[in-house]
């Protein structure tokens, strides 16, 4: 992956640009079709994902949760609390994905204190709409 990509994400965009070269050697990136289940509620939660084009919507149980887009990421619940995902998460368009590992997220997370402060106000954010379900 080219680390200019890295760069446009709001979750990586503070990091110096050496750490998005490293952080580019550890990222997949997959293309995922309209309706496809991306997160499965109950799965083991192995990755985060960040999305870089396209949309997906947030869904527990058969309640709609959210929309989420470019920029956004989703399944960073599983992984930093070592938990099954809470939720489905289910492609609305064409979406393009970038895939970081929970090994990777939690070196990056070692690395960047501030990244790992984001992704856990993003936890606390979403944890208030996944309440009533929990």
């Known amino acids: ?32 079709s309209p309706g496809r289940l991306v997160c499965r509620k109950g799965d083991s939660a192995n990755e985060l994902y960040v999305i870089e084009q396209g949309t997906a919507k947030v869904v527990r149980d058969d309640q709609y949760l959210d929309e989420l887009g470019p920029g956004d990421f989703f399944g960073e619940m599983g992984v930093v609390e070592d938990a099954p ?6 492609a609305t368009t064409p979406m ?5 590992s929970a090994p990777a997220l939690r070196q990056l997370e070692r690395e960047q204190p501030q990244l790992a402060a984001r992704i856990n106000r993003t936890i606390e954010q979403r944890r208030h709409w996944l309440e009533p379900a929990l």
């Not at 446009?8 to 990136?29: G, H, N, Y």
């Not at 995902?85 to 289910?90: E, G, H, L, P, S």
């Not at 393009?96 to 970081?100: C, K, N, P, R």
């Open 96 to 100: 393009t994905l970038m895939i970081l």
């Open 1 to 32: 992956m080219d680390e200019a990509k890295l760069r446009d994400i709001p979750l990586f965009a503070k990091l110096s640009r050496k750490q998005r070269k490293m952080l580019a050697l550890r990222v997949d990136e997959v293309e995922v």
């Open 85 to 90: 995902r809470n939720a489905n998460v289910i």
